[in-house]
């Protein structure tokens, strides 16, 4: 079993940042892709970007080149730096993590106002 927890939303004007960290209650060694999506409200929940226990990483290609997804096995953490944000980023952003089972956190609400 894995707990996640999301951490690092809010309110940012467009073109502005955010930085979303996921903790997890155990070590990330074993899990083998962990990733953040998320969910505006009236849409289905959407993949942003992913990577896996080797490093490969996938993004949307609506966030290519302003996000970045990283790891850091020390800390348990996976982090989302989201760059040059626009009002259609708002969404609630979940943590996932894929191992045996699919594991999700609470989310964390972005607003990005215009």
């Known amino acids: 079993q894995v707990h996640l927890v999301e951490s690092g939303g809010g309110l940012v004007q467009a073109g502005g940042s955010l930085r979303l960290s996921c903790a997890a209650s155990?070590?990330?060694?074993?899990?083998?892709?962990m990733g953040w999506y998320r969910q505006a409200p009236g849409k289905q929940r959407e993949l942003v970007a992913t990577?896996?226990?080797?490093?490969?990483?996938n993004y949307a290609d609506s966030v290519k080149g302003r996000f970045t997804i990283s790891r850091d096995y020390a800390k348990n953490t996976v982090d989302l730096q989201m760059n040059s944000l626009k009002p259609e980023n708002t969404a609630v952003y979940y943590c996932?993590?894929?191992?045996?089972?699919?594991?999700w956190g609470q989310g964390t609400q972005v607003t990005v106002s215009s």
């Open positions: 996932n993590g894929l191992a045996r089972y699919e594991y």
């Open positions: 155990r070590s990330i060694f074993s899990i083998n892709s």
């Open positions: 990577i896996t226990d080797t490093g490969t990483t």
